[in-house]
């Protein structure tokens, strides 16, 4: 039998321990009958991360082939991301389930989305007598999610509106439910984010739009949220480019990013459970989760709260193993210094193990 080992405190409690990896799990009794085990390396020992809002597979443009989706996949875990969330892709990627030195994925299927209310490529686009077929063939489809548009851009009206009425997503949360699904949405505005709670969704996406009362009625129900803030930090790059043709909708977004602090520190202020996701995909880059948990941390979140979302916390809402207990799967990552107080060590992972295997 062989084994490695790793010595260092382990996140979340601290406690500073041996870690030994045998056939992939984590032990820590030293193995019956190990002569010795070789010494993988020492350092803060932290739950894989979760990149709770990836886009694997896509590019400005729609879908991307196997070798870049490989590439893109290697930069997330080689940044410490081991369990991916994709929200909406084009490309099929139940592949990648096959492969054990790429990150564990959990796919949404494609993005839900109104006829030409939405970026081209990327998604299903549905009027809103096809969303419950369409709802339920994504739920069937994915590993457990399904992604709608909440809303977007009407080119007739010059703004956000929501992409589909309230009868039909209630219908279409009721349907992917009854296949076992949960929904999330993209939803930058405030109107379409009360008949998406009032229709029972599991999160939602940015939600710049935020209310108090939207808060309340998430804490209530265990609705969840992922802010992006990266994402949203490019607000003033969409204001800028519809300025011209689209003032109210320049107006609109202008007021949303103005906003986005105060509704992000509400939701936190409010108990509303907070995840962390890059937006890795479009214009938007892999590798980077270390810039998004930091972006986060900047707006006011405390440091725990925010690793915890990006790793135990993060991975415990989406079925996995928390922490790192006695026989659970070996997926972790090795720092050299305490992330807690200095997240910019998120960015020079020491050691990446997945499955048991040293990857990085």
């Known amino acids: ?5 790793f010595s260092g405190p382990v996140l979340p409690d601290g406690e500073v321990r041996e870690v030994y990896v045998v056939d992939g799990r984590i032990t820590y009794e030293r193995p019956a009958g190990l002569a010795g085990a070789e010494s993988a390396g020492e350092g803060w020992i932290v739950p894989g991360l979760v990149d709770a ?74 009027e809103p007598d096809g969303l419950l077929d369409t709802v339920t063939e994504q739920a069937l489809d994915g590993d457990g999610w399904v992604k709608l548009v909440g809303d977007w851009i009407s080119r007739e009206e010059g703004d956000l509106t929501p992409s589909f009425p309230a009868d039909a997503v209630t219908a279409a949360i009721e349907a992917a439910h009854a296949q076992g699904a949960k929904v999330t949405a993209h939803c930058f505005g405030e109107a379409s984010i009360s008949p998406l709670l009032d229709a029972g969704i599991d999160c939602i996406e940015h939600g710049t739009g935020l209310t108090a009362a939207h808060l309340e009625q998430m804490v209530a129900r265990g609705v969840a949220l992922v802010p992006t803030v990266l994402q949203t930090s490019k607000f003033p790059e969409f204001v800028s480019a519809a300025r011209d043709k689209f003032p109210t909708y320049s107006a609109t977004m202008e007021s949303l990013y103005a906003g986005r602090r105060e509704v992000l520190m509400n939701a936190y202020d409010a108990g509303v459970a907070l995840y962390v996701g890059s937006d890795g995909g479009g214009s938007a880059r892999h590798g980077v989760l270390h810039e998004e948990i930091l972006a986060m941390a900047a707006m006011g979140l405390p440091n725990e709260y925010v690793l915890g979302a990006a790793s135990w916390r993060g991975r415990s809402w989406l079925g996995w193993n928390p922490g790192l207990d006695e026989g659970d799967p070996a997926d972790f990552v090795v720092y050299p210094r305490n992330p807690v107080e200095d997240l910019s060590v998120l960015a020079e992972p020491s050691r990446v193990v997945l499955r048991g295997k040293v990857v990085a």
């Open 1 to 5: 039998m062989s084994a490695l080992r």
């Open 53 to 126: 809002h990836n886009h694997l597979g896509l590019e400005d443009g729609g879908a991307v082939d196997e070798a870049e989706i490989e590439r893109t996949a290697i930069a997330d875990r080689d940044n410490g991301v081991l369990l991916t969330r994709d929200c909406g892709s084009p490309a099929d990627t139940r592949w990648v389930h096959e492969r054990e030195d790429l990150p564990r994925l959990i796919r949404c299927g494609r993005h839900i989305a109104r006829t030409r209310r939405y970026l081209r490529n990327y998604g299903v686009e549905v």
